[in-house]
């Protein structure tokens, strides 16, 4: 015990980048689950699209969504997201997927639809980057 103690205060800044490696990770897998919004990965999204009519929303900017989106996906970037929630009311009670190119933007809004009562919010695990590195295919155009 004596000689951990003596470690740590030998190499504090070790310690502590240890400590605060440890936290992030942590606060990573724990982030999803405090703002209520569940994760899928991609084989899990084309489940929950061809067995439960989940509804796909890309929060990218118009650009990248010609560029290439998940087929029948609707776009609504993520700085009009809170003015146009409410093309996305008919959907409260269905399974939404939301994704966008790695995963940040769509969280922040996957936490806005979960505050404003939609039932079934899902955030695409790793983004648009993850879906393609599954080989899934992606639409072109409007």
């Not at 009311?89 to 399974?95: R, V």
Request: net charge neutral; proline share 4%.
């Amino acid at each position: 015990m004596q000689q951990l103690l003596e470690f740590i205060v030998n190499n504090w800044f070790l310690f502590l980048a240890l400590i605060i490696v440890l936290t992030l990770l942590g606060m990573n897998m724990i982030r999803p689950k405090l703002l209520g919004f569940k994760e899928a990965k991609p084989n899990e999204v084309v489940t929950l699209i061809n067995h439960d009519d989940a509804a796909v929303v890309d929060v990218r900017d118009s650009g990248e969504f010609k560029k290439g989106h998940i087929l029948n996906a609707r776009n609504i970037p993520f700085g009009l997201f809170e003015e146009r929630l409410h093309e996305l009311d008919s959907l409260k009670t269905a399974p939404v997927i939301v994704y966008c190119e790695t995963g940040q933007q769509s969280a922040r809004a996957c936490a806005i639809l979960q505050k404003q009562g939609f039932a079934s919010v899902y955030k695409l695990s790793g983004g648009l980057l993850a879906w393609k590195s599954a080989n899934f295919p992606l639409s072109t155009g409007d």
